[in-house]
């Protein structure tokens, strides 16, 4: 079986950083395309980015389009999400995911961790 376990989350003043991790087992890391998302309370999960299996290639959400940066190493297979000037309304719970496909799409996202929680103070 695949499992996913996200590390790095906490709390960070607003215009702060953070580091999120991912590690991956069970399966060949490298086949997989590997996407980030995050909810918030009352919310519905929502996208954040996808890097494709070779690391290549990136897509992102309007939201976070330059702020954060997605990346992998296939030789530790981990993912990891640098999330630099980080806003109150990026608190949520990220969540990293592994699927077939490099599409936004959650439904098309077949294994997922636990989540890290990740809050941003004003």
């Known amino acids: 079986q695949v499992q996913l376990v996200e590390s790095g989350g906490g709390l960070v003043q607003a215009g702060g950083s953070l580091r999120l991790s991912c590690a991956a087992s069970g399966r060949t890391f490298s086949s997989y395309v590997m996407g980030w998302f995050r909810q918030a309370p009352g919310k519905e999960r929502e996208f954040v980015a996808a890097?494709?299996?070779?690391?290549?290639?990136?897509i992102y959400a309007d939201s976070v389009k330059g702020r954060f940066t997605i990346s992998r190493d296939n030789a530790k297979n981990t993912v990891r999400l640098q999330m630099n000037s980080l806003k109150p309304e990026d608190t949520a719970v990220y969540s990293c995911?592994?699927?077939?496909?490099?599409?936004?799409?959650?439904?098309?996202?077949?294994?997922w961790g636990q989540g890290t929680q990740v809050t941003v103070s004003s």
């Open positions: 890097v494709s299996s070779s690391g290549r290639s990136t």
């Open positions: 995911a592994a699927g077939r496909s490099m599409v936004i799409t959650t439904s098309l996202y077949n294994y």
